[in-house]
């Protein structure tokens, strides 16, 4: 059973910076690929960042320079750096499977990230 | 791509045929999906590639459409579909539409 598991939200000070975990099992992150996407309160879907299986990172234009996606196989995990923080980051983000041409198919149950002071 | 949907809210009674629908700004071939999401939970994948349902859910929802024009149907609504609907397209990076609610009438 694929299954995705974020960790590392919190409240975070404007200009501070987290790092978000998404530990997986029942498929291969390096073989996947794999996003972040995420949901400000009350607000709908924003997709934030893929890494493709070869090891490609894209970002959205909104985070771009402040955020960065990594993975790591030992592990079997996804992460999200995200340094630079704004009160618009403010967020539930959740780890997804899929990017490229394809849906995101598997869904974490997300961590929510606050930005306030 | 902008992905518009409409309406923003749809009331409607258990038992009830439901249409929603999508538009987008270009063609984004048939690299079209549907998501699902009750309160509190993440999103979960319905239908992919305009038509083809997700593994576990139920006949009842179809997919249909082509190039910029999409369309969610719900045959029978049922007490665990009011929630709300996102379409997203995946032919050129990822936008979502800004959902649909379906609330009980």
């Known amino acids: 059973e694929v299954q995705l598991v974020e960790s590392g939200g919190g409240l975070i000070q404007p200009g501070g910076s987290v790092r978000l975990s998404c530990a997986a099992s029942g498929f291969t992150v390096s073989s996947n690929h794999m996003s972040w996407v995420r949901q400000a309160p009350g607000k709908g879907l924003e997709w934030v960042s893929v890494i ?6 894209y970002y959205a234009d909104s985070v771009r320079g402040r955020f960065t996606i990594s993975s790591d196989s030992s592990r079997n995990a996804l992460y999200l750096q995200m340094n630079s923080l704004r009160a618009e980051d403010t967020a539930v983000y959740y780890c997804t ?16 990230v606050t930005v306030s002071s | 791509i902008v992905m518009t ?12 045929r439901v249409t929603l629908s999508c538009r987008a700004s ?3 071939s048939t690299n079209l999906a549907w998501y699902q999401q009750t309160p509190g939970q993440a999103p979960r994948l319905l239908i992919y590639g305009v038509s083809t349902r997700a593994t576990g859910i139920p006949a009842r929802f179809s997919g249909s459409g082509s190039g910029t024009e999409f ?3 719900i045959s029978s609504l049922q007490s665990e579909d009011f929630a709300v609907y996102y379409c997203q397209q995946y032919n050129y990076w990822w936008t979502f539409g800004q959902g649909t609610k379906v609330e009980i009438k």
């Open chain 1, 97 to 112: 499977r899929g990017g490229s041409d394809q849906p995101f198919d598997s869904w974490g149950q997300g961590t929510l």
């Open chain 2, 5 to 16: 949907q409409s309406p923003a809210t749809l009331s409607v009674s258990p038992g009830e």
């Open chain 2, 71 to 73: 369309t969610l149907t």
């Open chain 1, 52 to 57: 493709y299986g070869g090891g490609s990172a």
């Open chain 2, 26 to 28: 270009q063609s984004v």
